[in-house]
């Protein structure tokens, strides 16, 4: 199912929607808005394979790569609210590239229902639900932890409901684009929310919190794919933008080097930070 035109509209799923793919490509960037409302969280159905690698090859770009999976946001923003369950949006890459599920430069992921609930990946066949893979048996989840995480190049937003990345990498911003994190309600738990390289030097990472929760756990409390040579909480330069009014930042692990959990190198005039709290 493809929504194509250049307005904000929405479905409501008053009952049981099977889709094999469902693709966002809604005007030229992040502006306009499919809404999904679904009553129940076994309404939405998606049957599509999440184990291929996005595509990069003209024409689509490292920042706005061809996302195969069962969804994909090429352009325009998907809001999730009402009664949702998404139990895996990547489950690696047998074929192809980078198998992290891409929120590519021209698209938005947001969650805006308390009773919506996303995750990055399934660990096994009890979390994977209602998602098979592309033999169509429903009995193959990826349960290892690599390039099942989640890759930031547009936007990714949360005004209410569940985020999470399981025992993947958590939350990677790319020097590709201009990735943004904005956290406004909900709980966002993820291993680390980090930068994908050392020495990441083009684009801007923006974290803005004014609510909500993230959780940045490491491997502590469940199983994370944590990279020690990163914070577990970090941007990249001192170009990254940091806001912070409200809400609050949770740090649950740490690996006992030398290098900071927390780590923000914004430059003066990059941070604002006049509320919240970091535990």
């Known amino acids: 199912l493809i929504f194509n035109n250049p307005l904000n509209k929405t479905a409501s799923l008053n009952g049981i929607t099977y889709l094999y793919n469902l693709i966002i490509d809604k005007g030229i960037d992040k502006t306009y808005i499919l809404t999904i409302n679904s009553t129940n969280t076994n309404n939405l159905k998606l049957f599509g394979p999440n184990n291929v690698g996005r595509n990069e090859n003209l024409p689509f770009t490292s920042a706005n790569p061809e996302v195969r999976k069962a969804i994909w946001i090429h352009h325009g923003t998907l ?8 139990p895996t949006l990547s489950e690696g890459s047998v074929y192809g590239g980078n198998g992290d599920y891409s929120i590519g ?11 919506v609930y996303v995750y990055s990946t399934a660990t096994d066949n009890s979390t994977s639900g209602n998602t098979q893979v592309d033999d169509g048996s429903g009995s193959s989840v990826n349960t290892n932890t690599s390039s099942q995480a989640l890759s930031v190049y547009g936007k990714y937003k949360i005004t209410a409901g569940n985020f999470e990345t399981r025992n993947t990498a958590g939350i990677i911003f790319w020097d590709d684009a201009n990735g943004q994190v904005y956290i406004e309600g909900g709980t966002t738990n993820v291993a680390q929310m980090r930068s994908a390289n050392s020495g990441y030097s083009a684009g801007i990472a923006s974290y803005i919190q004014t609510d909500g929760i993230l959780i940045a756990r490491g491997n502590e409390t469940e199983s994370g794919e944590y990279n020690g040579s990163f914070p577990l909480f970090g941007l990249e330069t001192s170009e990254s933008v940091f806001k912070m009014s409200g809400g609050e930042i949770i740090l649950r692990d740490e690996d006992g080097d030398s290098d ?7 430059a003066e005039g990059n941070y604002l930070v006049t509320g919240g709290t970091i535990t």
């Open 260 to 266: 900071p959990e927390f780590y923000i190198p914004s």
């Open 79 to 86: 809001k999730l609210m009402g009664s949702i369950l998404i």
């Open 105 to 115: 430069a021209s698209a938005c992921l947001w969650i805006a229902g308390s009773d």
